[in-house]
């Protein structure tokens, strides 16, 4: 027995289910939930959505989005326990933050990734790095099961694989991304329109949030590395909020020369979220796994403890041997 038939078999013998993602939820974590909830529900199925932050602005246009609760306001402990557990979209449990107390409550973690540092933290681990997005593999779920995609499963799913390739342009887009893709808009996803929605719809404070942060623009002596920061200062400036902050090391991705883009974002808890970005041949998932991080070749981030000036000194000192 593979694991999609075992997820399978999990699935259709089990009644109550929690379905989570990420601290700071993308398009692939929020896509990804939405559509695996409307599956679940539509096999008649009790399902419970909970993640430690709220749903960013830009996705809450995502049918059911709603329904995701976030640890912080909505959160409420009850008897009656989900029995399954599924995990998405998170390389090791501790990406889900809080919300990993009510996962090791279940009877059965269920892991679905495409991280190449997934460490198969599950009792299930559904794993495949091929996969440009986990909604590539919830997509093959649906079909598995023998379920019509429909169009707002379609929606969800669609704006998963979007962002997660960012717009069909990094290394992680297949022929098979393609052809999953052009199923999804034979259920009437309009490209354009979804694309308007993520991208094009931006809020004042994070605009200014983002000219406060390029102001902070670095790079290396000869061009390879680039980097900039957010600091609680500045999102007290802006009034803009940390999920407000998806997509901004993309702006200087492009920079000519530039081999390695790193954003470094200051938390409240004397923590550092460190984000990495590589074009060419550099693997920043090694990069990040050194402290204690991970993700895809190209794309990758870790946590690191102390201040954002301490961090930044760190990492670049590693990044300059990385290059």
């Known amino acids: 027995m593979n694991e999609i038939e075992h997820i399978i078999q999990v699935l259709k013998n089990n009644d109550f289910f929690l379905v ?18 409307s599956l679940l529900e539509e096999m008649g199925k009790r399902v419970v959505i909970i993640d430690e932050d709220p749903v960013p ?14 640890i912080n306001s909505k959160l409420r402990r009850t008897e009656d326990c989900p029995q399954v557990s599924l995990v998405l979209d998170c390389s090791d449990l501790e990406r889900v ?3 990993a107390e009510l996962v090791k409550e279940t009877d059965l973690i269920i892991n ?46 669609y704006t998963a694989i979007l962002t997660d390739t960012g717009s069909f342009q990094y290394a992680n887009t297949t022929p098979r991304t393609h052809q999953i893709v052009a199923s999804l808009l034979k259920e009437g996803v309009s ?69 390695l883009a790193l954003l470094f974002r200051e938390r409240e808890d004397r923590k550092v979220k460190v984000s990495f970005r590589s074009k060419g041949e550099l693997n920043v998932a090694s990069l990040a796994k050194h402290f204690g991080g991970g993700g895809h070749r190209g794309a990758s981030g870790c946590l690191i403890e102390g201040s954002i000036e301490e961090v930044e000194k760190r ?9």
Request: glycine content about 8%; hydrophobic content about 40%; overall charge negative.
């Open 97 to 99: 933050g809080k919300v």
């Open 57 to 70: 602005d830009n996705l809450r246009f995502l049918p059911q989005s709603d329904r995701i609760a976030f």
């Open 191 to 259: 490209p354009s329109l979804l694309a308007e929605r993520v991208y094009r719809v931006s809020s004042f404070p994070r605009q200014k949030l983002l000219g406060l942060s390029l102001a902070t623009l670095e790079r290396s002596s000869d061009g390879s590395i680039a980097w900039f920061r957010l600091t609680r200062e500045m999102y007290w400036q802006s009034q803009a909020s940390p999920q407000e902050t998806n997509g901004f090391i993309n702006c200087i991705g492009s920079l000519q020369g530039v081999k």
């Open 112 to 157: 679905i990734d495409h991280h190449i540092s997934n460490d198969k933290f599950g009792d299930i681990d559904l794993v495949d790095e091929q996969a440009s997005a986990v909604g590539e593999q919830i997509f093959d779920l649906i079909k598995s099961l023998g379920y019509p995609v429909g169009e707002e499963r379609a929606i969800s799913l």
């Open 315 to 323: 990492v670049l000192a590693v990044a300059r041997q990385s290059i």
């Open 20 to 37: 989570t993602s990420h601290l700071n939820p993308d398009g692939d974590s929020v896509g990804s939930q939405l559509a695996l909830v």
